[in-house]
């Protein structure tokens, strides 16, 4: 016998949760489906572990610089990692609690363990039991991407999942993978002590990035001493002597890396092989991506596609936005849209970049006039005060319109004060509007109107 739902969602990643909760506050019935842990990636083996771990590392890298602050530091930093791990364990561990308990305390909502797979356009089958719905939402993420590397099979290897397990230094950690995974991972084990190598197959790091912001996190890394090797074309896994050897070039041998432990952060992959899709009829493109309408519908009526299994995001606040736009055009009669949303991210290394709209490559292919200016932090007050020098913040503007196009704030508080920018953009108000404002001092976003000051001609 199927059982019958109003709603059925599968997984409990970033836009499941809320999705629920809304549904069954406007009356439905709602069965969701989550196969391993509660609260997906960004909980247990993304952002929030991760952000907890660089914290944890951005603590010792302060204390090692306790002399230019002025205290002294009797003895080595030395970082325990089992005590580094548990404190991460505890505030992951709290989120994935606090996403089951919200759902099972929730009102006509079932909560099912199990793996969830389709048997038709309208109902899933999981642990035998069939579940039918009129509506179905897809919620199921995404994993690391374990590439075809010569020698993979011969070797162990971590990815962003099991580094979730390491509770020691390694000695030696080669990251395979220049971006933004990869690089919060070096940053962080080199602050904890480990000797730290990036291997990158293209000729720079973070490639989807401006020139000169990639150069500048390169240089940040490299003066803590991690080791960037870029262009590396074939990369090859091999074991050697107790150590992986990482080979960088296309020919045998060396030049090669030796390392203790090799960390895989080469993209990410949907999770949408296993769930069936070809029994509902739904369409995946050429990489497994749920294809989604604009209202992030599939092709088949009554399934939606939600957060990084629709290749629309890749990111929480994507999949939480996927949730708002599908629960306010269900629910509101709204005409919410993925096209509205404006491209917003920050790489959490230290200092951070935020980024908001348009790169450099982006407005110069869109071919329109624009402005540009860029600052350096050491002439930020609040950024010396700090002795937190490093970075630059670059904004561009439509020379017509002068609407802010896209910015980099590669600097302390540049995840914050990219804000700033970011809901002028959204409210299509011109780039005068943060000039003549009055911001606090001393803070780094009082700086934004000197910054918009210096524009000009975009090379
Ligand atoms: C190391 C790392 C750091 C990151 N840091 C950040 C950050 O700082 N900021 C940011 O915005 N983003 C960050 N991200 C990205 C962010 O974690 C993801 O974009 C976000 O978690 C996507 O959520 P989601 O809702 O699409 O799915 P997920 O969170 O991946 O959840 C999907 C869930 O579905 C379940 N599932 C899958 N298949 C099935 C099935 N067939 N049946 C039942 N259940 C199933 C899975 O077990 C999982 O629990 C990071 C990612 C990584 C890897």
């Given at each position: 016998?199927?059982?019958?739902?109003?709603?059925?969602?599968?997984?409990?990643?970033?836009?499941?949760?809320p999705?629920?909760?809304?549904?069954?506050?406007?009356?439905?019935?709602?069965?969701?489906?989550?196969?391993?842990?509660?609260?997906?990636?960004?909980?247990?083996?993304g952002?929030?572990?991760?952000?907890?771990?660089?914290?944890?590392?951005?603590?010792?890298?302060?204390?090692?610089?306790?002399a230019?602050?002025?205290?002294?530091?009797?003895?080595?930093?030395?970082?325990?990692?089992?005590?580094?791990?548990?404190?991460?364990?505890?505030?992951?561990?709290?989120?994935?609690?606090?996403?089951?308990?919200?759902?099972?305390?929730l009102?006509?909502?079932?909560v099912?363990?199990?793996?969830?797979?389709?048997?038709?356009?309208?109902?899933?089958?999981?642990?035998d039991?069939?579940?039918?719905?009129?509506?179905?939402?897809?919620?199921?993420?995404?994993?690391?991407?374990?590439?075809?590397?010569?020698?993979?099979?011969?070797?162990?290897?971590?990815?962003?999942?099991?580094m979730?397990?390491?509770?020691?230094?390694?000695?030696?950690?080669?990251?395979?993978?220049?971006?933004?995974?990869?690089?919060?991972?070096?940053?962080?084990?080199?602050?904890?002590?480990?000797?730290?190598?990036?291997?990158?197959?293209?000729?720079r790091l973070?490639?989807?990035?401006?020139?000169?912001?990639?150069?500048?996190?390169?240089?940040?890394?490299?003066?803590?001493?991690?080791?960037?090797?870029?262009?590396?074309?074939?990369?090859?896994?091999?074991?050697?002597?107790?150590?992986?050897?990482?080979?960088?070039?296309?020919?045998?041998?060396?030049?090669e890396?030796?390392?203790?432990?090799?960390?895989?952060?080469v993209?990410?992959?949907?999770?949408?092989?296993?769930?069936?899709?070809?029994?509902?009829?739904?369409?995946?493109?050429?990489?497994?991506?749920?294809v989604?309408?604009?209202q992030?519908?599939?092709?088949?009526?009554?399934?939606?596609?939600?957060?990084?299994?629709?290749?629309?995001?890749?990111?929480?606040?994507?999949?939480?936005?996927?949730?708002?736009?599908?629960?306010?055009?269900?629910?509101?009669?709204?005409?919410?849209?993925?096209?509205?949303?404006?491209?917003?991210?920050?790489?959490?290394?230290?200092?951070?970049?935020?980024?908001?709209?348009?790169?450099?490559?982006?407005?110069?292919?869109?071919?329109?006039?624009?402005l540009?200016?860029?600052?350096?932090?050491?002439?930020?007050?609040?950024?010396?005060?700090?002795?937190?020098?490093?970075?630059?913040?670059?904004?561009s503007?439509d020379?017509?319109?002068?609407?802010?196009?896209?910015?980099?704030?590669?600097g302390?508080?540049?995840?914050?004060?990219?804000?700033?920018?970011?809901?002028?953009?959204?409210?299509?108000?011109?780039?005068?509007?943060?000039?003549?404002?009055?911001?606090?001092?001393?803070?780094?976003?009082?700086?934004?109107?000197?910054?918009?000051?210096?524009?000009?001609?975009?090379?």
């Amino acid at each position: 016998m199927a059982r019958h739902f109003d709603a059925i969602i599968i997984g409990t990643g970033q836009a499941g949760p809320p999705l629920a909760e809304r549904f069954v506050t406007a009356g439905m019935t709602v069965a969701i489906i989550e196969r391993h842990k509660f609260g997906g990636t960004c909980v247990n083996t993304g952002c929030i572990p991760t952000k907890t771990l660089v914290a944890s590392a951005y603590a010792a890298h302060i204390i090692r610089r306790g002399a230019e602050y002025g205290f002294n530091v009797n003895g080595e930093v030395r970082v325990d990692m089992k005590r580094v791990k548990a404190r991460k364990d505890e505030i992951s561990g709290r989120s994935n609690k606090g996403v089951e308990e919200k759902l099972r305390g929730l009102k006509n909502c079932t909560v099912i363990g199990g793996h969830a797979r389709f048997q038709s356009s309208r109902s899933v089958v999981v642990n035998d039991d069939v579940l039918e719905a009129d509506k179905i939402f897809i919620n199921v993420g995404g994993r690391a991407s374990i590439p075809p590397l010569k020698g993979i099979n011969d070797v162990s290897f971590l990815t962003n999942s099991s580094m979730m397990d390491v509770d020691f230094l390694p000695e030696h950690l080669v990251i395979v993978g220049g971006s933004y995974v990869g690089l919060e991972f070096a940053q962080m084990y080199r602050r904890f002590g480990s000797e730290v190598t990036i291997v990158e197959m293209g000729p720079r790091l973070i490639g989807r990035e401006d020139e000169d912001v990639s150069e500048a996190v390169r240089e940040i890394l490299e003066t803590e001493g991690i080791r960037v090797l870029l262009n590396a074309k074939c990369i090859s896994l091999a074991k050697h002597d107790g150590q992986i050897a990482v080979g960088v070039e296309c020919d045998d041998g060396p030049p090669e890396v030796l390392g203790s432990h090799v960390l895989l952060a080469v993209g990410r992959t949907p999770n949408t092989q296993d769930l069936g899709l070809d029994s509902a009829g739904v369409m995946t493109d050429k990489r497994g991506y749920i294809v989604v309408d604009d209202q992030l519908q599939t092709n088949v009526p009554g399934i939606w596609a939600l957060g990084d299994c629709n290749g629309r995001g890749a990111f929480t606040h994507t999949a939480y936005n996927d949730f708002e736009i599908v629960a306010d055009n269900l629910l509101n009669a709204d005409h919410r849209r993925v096209s509205d949303r404006i491209q917003t991210y920050a790489l959490f290394t230290d200092p951070p970049l935020g980024r908001c709209g348009l790169t450099d490559a982006e407005i110069r292919k869109s071919g329109r006039a624009a402005l540009v200016a860029k600052y350096p932090m050491s002439r930020v007050s609040r950024a010396y005060e700090k002795s937190e020098t490093q970075g630059f913040m670059k904004i561009s503007v439509d020379a017509e319109t002068k609407q802010i196009l896209g910015a980099a704030i590669l600097g302390t508080g540049g995840d914050e004060v990219v804000h700033v920018l970011l809901d002028v953009m959204y409210a299509k108000a011109p780039y005068t509007v943060v000039q003549r404002a009055m911001h606090i001092h001393p803070t780094v976003a009082e700086y934004l109107p000197t910054v918009l000051s210096k524009l000009e001609p975009f090379a």
